[in-house]
């Protein structure tokens, strides 16, 4: 290339070369690694939600899968470093539909464990944030292909038996959302990473996106799969290490996830995954001075519990940095009609929202309010509509309701259930009402309606399939709106039922912060990632947004770097000089 040719180049395409952070040369390890590109990620498509109809491929496969992990008992370690941890004290995994059947065994540990998993992960530390986005990058992306195809079924399978999903409530949550979060937060990662600051003529401006100082404590929750992989996954990705504590309910298809990123080519210690008891975590984590961020999906007050420690080790001068604290907590979710609503529209909104997954959803509808001209007619359709859901084991693809997690759930529910059937209870239940822990923890689609908009069942988390169900004065829709509004403490999802705009509008602003996903004629549920970013705010977390590039900003740390290329020599300003 020609002399004058070099220099023209150099002067083009030095402010594009400021915006690329690929084009640094770094040291790794004693070697100078060049990194050759702008490894970018666009945006991907959804992963299509297979339908499992009769005879189809995708529920051969699934019925095979079934048949298999039924008939094994797995024996489940922990995964420490390199190794997998056995300790001999197991708790058993059995299918909440029918607990007398044996899924397998996991090893539990103590708060030793944990620190040995806190070593494995700060040994991992250098070497795993040192690696090139593009080879962090393709283990996820792998990972993502993986639980598309060969472990689809497997994944889908634990989530039936573990959790007690049918097949359409797994598949879109172990399969679909979890490749969903693995391959968009890739490309959110890759849209971070491209974002650059301006250069002034003669500096150089550059943003670099560091992981934390420190590990990453995960702990998720049973209900779903996706989030028990995405807590510690969008962490990792970002270049950080994880101590991963599921929850014992949901160990099932964690293990299982944890072997999927193993395949793909994690390292050793980047995830650690533990199954201890809270006290035991808490001791070993939240004391550690090398503790950088919790990322949690559970009951607002274990995230309550786990803030008010860490600010008491703050004040202790305990941590390196101060931690980041995510969480997405409890929820109080309803569904709001207006009396220009459909009468279709509201009965399958409310049939759907609360009562999928046995209505435990973060996202379930709770509580519904009913205008009065239109409350006969949904009241007989949604009882209609309730007798129509079988209710049994995932295996048999015909039931719809299965069963809720495990007794502490059972006996929780079939408290509230009871004491709305008390006459003196200012309630009464109109469908459902029926408990069953014989053969599995069943609870039929309740729905109970109270003449009290503050009843106990209208203001508490449940997290089960009951519904409260109150009618309100037709002509008396602002009023209600502040009732909605004022009624929980929570504010994660709720829907607005309307064919009237004015009614659409009115509600959406009224309730700007009663939820942090808002529906417009649908049910408060079945966010997508990508397309509802989920999360809410007041008691329900800190609202950021899982399926989105907000969450991942949390799991890193910029560092702002300026290069002078002609440094001054002398300190005086034009200013001083004499006129």
Not at 121 to 126: D, E, F, G, Q, R
């Amino acid at each position: 290339m020609s002399n004058w040719l070099s220099k023209i180049l150099v002067v083009t395409l030095q402010p594009v070369y400021s915006c690329i952070p690929s084009y640094n040369i770094i040291l790794h390890h004693q070697t100078i690694i060049m990194q050759y590109g702008d490894f970018y990620y666009p945006i991907p498509a959804n992963e299509p939600v297979l339908n499992y109809g009769p005879n189809s491929p995708e529920k051969l496969a699934l019925k095979k899968a079934l048949k298999e992990l039924k008939a094994e008992v797995r024996d489940v370690p922990m995964y420490i470093g390199g190794e997998e941890i056995r300790t001999g004290k197991k708790e058993a995994i059995r299918p909440p539909h029918e607990h007398k059947h044996l899924l397998g065994n996991f090893h539990t540990g103590d708060a030793s464990h944990v620190t040995a998993a806190i070593n494995a992960a700060l040994a991992a530390k250098n070497k795993w944030a040192n690696l090139s986005w593009e080879n962090r990058a393709n283990i996820f992306l792998k990972a993502a292909d993986l639980l598309a195809t060969k472990y689809r079924p497997y994944i889908v399978g634990t989530t039936m038996l573990g959790q007690s999903k049918n097949p359409y409530q797994a598949e879109i949550d172990a399969a679909c959302e979890l490749i969903d979060f693995l391959r968009f937060n890739v490309h959110f990662l890759s849209d971070i990473y491209r974002q650059q600051p301006i250069s002034s003529p003669g500096i150089n401006n550059r943003l670099e996106y560091r992981p934390l100082e420190g590990f990453v404590l995960a702990v998720s929750p049973f209900n779903f799969t996706a989030i028990g992989g995405n807590l510690p996954a969008s962490a990792a990705m970002c270049g950080n290490v994880v101590v991963w504590k599921p929850a014992y309910t949901q160990v099932y298809s964690a293990q299982l996830f944890m072997r999927i990123l193993k395949e793909a080519g994690l390292p050793d210690g980047v995830i650690n995954l533990v199954y201890v008891d809270g006290p035991a975590l808490g001791e070993a984590c939240f004391k550690h001075r090398e503790f950088a961020g919790v990322h949690f999906t559970g009951s607002t007050a274990v995230f309550n519990q786990f803030w008010k420690i860490i600010g008491e080790n703050i004040a202790l001068g305990t941590y390196r940095a101060y931690p980041r604290i995510v969480g997405e907590t409890g929820g109080k979710d309803f569904i709001l009609a207006h009396k220009s609503a459909d009468v279709d529209v509201v009965v399958t909104a409310i049939a759907r929202g609360a009562f999928e997954y046995q209505g435990q959803k973060c996202s379930a509808a709770s509580r519904a309010y009913i205008p009065s001209n239109l409350a006969v007619e949904v009241k007989k359709k949604l009882i209609a509509t309730l007798k129509t859901m079988k209710m049994g084991t995932t295996e048999d693809f015909t039931n719809f309701i299965n069963a809720v997690i495990d007794e502490r759930s059972f006996n929780k529910l079939e408290g509230y259930i009871n004491a709305a059937k008390k006459k003196s209870s200012g309630a009464k239940i109109i469908a459902g009402g029926n408990c069953d822990k014989s053969k599995g923890y069943f609870i039929e689609p309740t729905v109970i309606e109270t003449t009290d908009p503050k009843y106990v069942t209208m203001c508490e988390e449940l997290f089960g399939p009951v519904l409260t169900l109150y009618v309100y004065d037709e002509n008396e829709f602002e009023a209600t709106l502040k009732l909605v509004d004022e009624t929980s403490p929570y504010a994660l999802t709720g829907a607005i039922i309307a064919t009237d705009r004015y009614a659409v509008e009115l509600a959406t602003n009224s309730l700007r912060n009663s939820a942090g996903n808002f529906y417009i004629n649908d049910k408060p549920t079945g966010a997508v990632v990508g397309q509802q970013p989920f999360g809410g705010a007041r008691g329900s977390g800190t609202n950021d947004k899982a399926g989105s590039i907000l969450n991942l900003y949390r799991w890193l740390s910029a560092r702002t770097i300026k290069e002078t290329f002609m440094p001054v020599t002398d300190y005086k300003y034009p200013f001083l000089q004499q006129s």
